[in-house]
């Protein structure tokens, strides 16, 4: 079955390290995206992909940066955490811009930072 | 930037009842709007999507949107326990980007 799957499921970081998420996608969607989904704020978008080797900023792209090596794969990487980037991360894949397509959802990575 | 609000916030129904939920987007030219199932601990499901201007049926869920007024709202029959979620609006553009609502919290009580 097509999935997202999303590493580490929790991760608790000091402030000022480096933090890695990690997505896996077996959809074999050109798209990627990475959110953040804080209360009363909803899902954010913060950085995109359109396929290997291409990373897009979205609405809240600052402290974060993307990597895309693979089809599958799709990395955030916050490499000075702070408490703000306090929040659970939800990666996805899909192709929106194409008929009626919807996402698929990992399961969330819950990220403290301290 | 686009917007898409939902109402209410939250609501709190018995087992069996009717439950109604909004939302408004901003664009009349939107692909599609998709609502999505979010339990807690989980990441969002998709549900439901409806394209063009009308309603759509799909077991106890029907979906009615008018693209003049931009609006959408999902109706749930015969609500159940396991309904018990947050309900997301997402609304679909030709950009390659979905934006999403903030939800409503939906709990059903047996």
């Known amino acids: 079955e097509a999935a997202v799957t999303q590493s580490p499921r929790n991760k608790v970081a000091v402030t000022g390290g480096k933090v890695t998420l990690s997505c896996n996608q077996t959809?074999?969607?050109?798209?990627m995206y990475w959110y953040r989904q804080d209360t009363g704020h909803g899902l954010r978008l913060i950085h995109y992909?359109?396929?290997?080797?291409?990373?897009e900023k979205g609405d809240i792209p600052d402290g974060y940066k993307a990597s895309r090596p693979s089809q599958e794969n799709f990395s955030l990487i916050l490499e000075l955490a702070t408490p703000s980037q306090t929040s659970v991360y939800f990666c996805?894949?899909?192709?929106?811009?194409?008929?009626?397509?919807?996402?698929?959802f990992g399961s969330g990575t819950r990220l403290l930072v301290i | 930037q686009e917007k898409v609000q939902q109402s209410p916030e939250s609501l709190i129904v018995p087992e069996g009842a009717m439950v109604s939920l909004n939302c408004s987007f901003s664009?009349?030219?939107?692909?599609s709007i998709w609502w999505y199932q979010q339990h807690p601990g989980k990441g969002p499901k998709a549900l439901i999507?409806?394209?063009?201007?009308g309603n759509k049926k799909e077991g106890r869920l029907t979906v009615y949107l008018n693209r003049a007024s931009l609006h959408v709202s999902l109706h749930i029959k015969d609500s159940q326990p396991s309904d018990s979620a947050v309900y997301l609006c997402?609304?679909?553009?030709?950009?390659?980007?979905?934006?999403f609502g903030t939800g409503t919290r939906l709990q059903v009580l047996p």
């Open positions: 996805a894949s899909g192709e929106p811009g194409q008929g009626n397509s919807d996402y698929t």
């Open positions: 959809n074999n969607h050109n798209n």
């Open positions: 992909s359109y396929g290997a080797g291409s990373t």
């Open positions: 664009d009349s030219a939107s692909q």
């Open positions: 999507s409806i394209f063009s201007n």
């Open positions: 997402a609304e679909s553009s030709n950009t390659n980007k979905v934006v």
